[in-house]
């Protein structure tokens, strides 16, 4: 399998070589905790919890380390903390774990590696003095600041020059400053904030330094692969590089670059300042994590996508489909797939490898969910064995897992809505229909059909005996 990744700093897709396939670094910028996360914070996590998954599937579960950072020190937390009359820790600690439990609830795995800022103002503080020791920072009036001028590779991720940069400083730059560009690595804090203590005076860090500083203390500097939101690319990895790289006089700070595309409601970006969120928090309340995950995934991931009721839809009813074959096969008794064929799922990784073009995936996988259709209706007819539909069900599901679908027992998928009571009462009728059937009472066993379908639920028998799921 040949990946290729859009490399944003390259601008083109690269054939993806690691520096060392023992040990493939991958780091994300995870949440600022101050509040639930939206779906647009959840998008870069669905996204890169699938390049994770590939990575691992390339070259080892094991070789592949992955770090999303948590910011646990910012203006917002501080504000949160104020507001609620609590120290920070108490935000950050009860928003952190909300962000875990619906990351999990959307099938992403966790990352290996999950660093606090708070944990790492040593190396913070560390790298910082190392930039103002090489001239590439410099202190003023109790902040440091990054000296752009001095870096003369600064802007090429995001392919602003320097130059356009003055033109561009709209605001009114601060008097410490040499020049607009320069952006703080460490400042003081305002009265009643966290404070450190560092060589510079008292205060909190900037937010750039963190990242730059947690990927050097957990994964060393270059990484392979850095990722993150669109938003992400200027200024905060543009300034990260930038530290990362004069910190250490290294060439490459990342050998890949990647950013998702935003997520949209009604053309506009998703975001807690513009009011205009959707939580997972909320929505997993009535919709299924593997539903809101599809709809991310639906998408190539440098397109914008844009959010509607109806995406929900689309995407709850494809899952539904699949889930209702792998119903269909446990009840005609093809349930215990063998390993999948590489054949069979040559075109849906090809997809795959192919910058994550999960739009395609999605149309390979359906592919062979008819594959297998096809096989249970000839089973269903007696005209085939079980053989070639338990192949296609083993390549259905593990290309479905690749992407961290169909994690969900079939029955559960549809069930998953009923009470206990309701469960345990048509298991009953299901019981009590089949021994009227054994004895030939055809009156009862209709009678408990109909109560069963008032219920709202739909029965299907089969040669392994009869499944049930809700009706819409
Ligand atoms: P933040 O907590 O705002 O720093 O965002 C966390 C991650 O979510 C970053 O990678 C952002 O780029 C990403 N992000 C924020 N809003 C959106 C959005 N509407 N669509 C896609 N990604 C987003
Ligand atoms: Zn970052």
Redesign the pocket.
Known sequence: MTLKLYDTMAREKRTFVPADPDRVTMY?????VYGY?????????VVFDVLYRLLRKEFGDDAVVYARNV?DVDDKINAKAAEEGVDISVITERYLAAYLEDMDALGALRPNLQPKATEHMGAIIEMIGKLVENGSAYAAEGHVLFDTQNFKDYGQLSGRPLDDMIAGARVEVAPYKRHPADFVLWKPSKPGEPVWQSPWGEGRPGWHIECSAMIDAQLGLPIDIH??????QFP?HENELAQGRCAHGLPTYSRYWM??????MAGE????SLGNVILPHELLKKVPGEVIRWALLSAHYRQP?DWTPELIEQSREALDRCYQALLDAKRLGVDDPDDARESDLKAFYEALSDDLNTPAAYAALFSLYRDLREQLTLVERKEASISQARRRLAALLEAANALGFLTADPETWFQGAAGDDLKAKVEGLIAARFEARKAKDWAQADAIRDEIAALGVEVMDGPQGATWRLKE
């Open positions: 994300v910028c995870g949440p600022t996360a939206h779906i647009g914070n959840a998008r870069p996590v910011t990722g993150g939101g669109i938003d992400l905060h950013h998702n595309g935003f997520l949209d970006k998703m975001s807690k996508l």
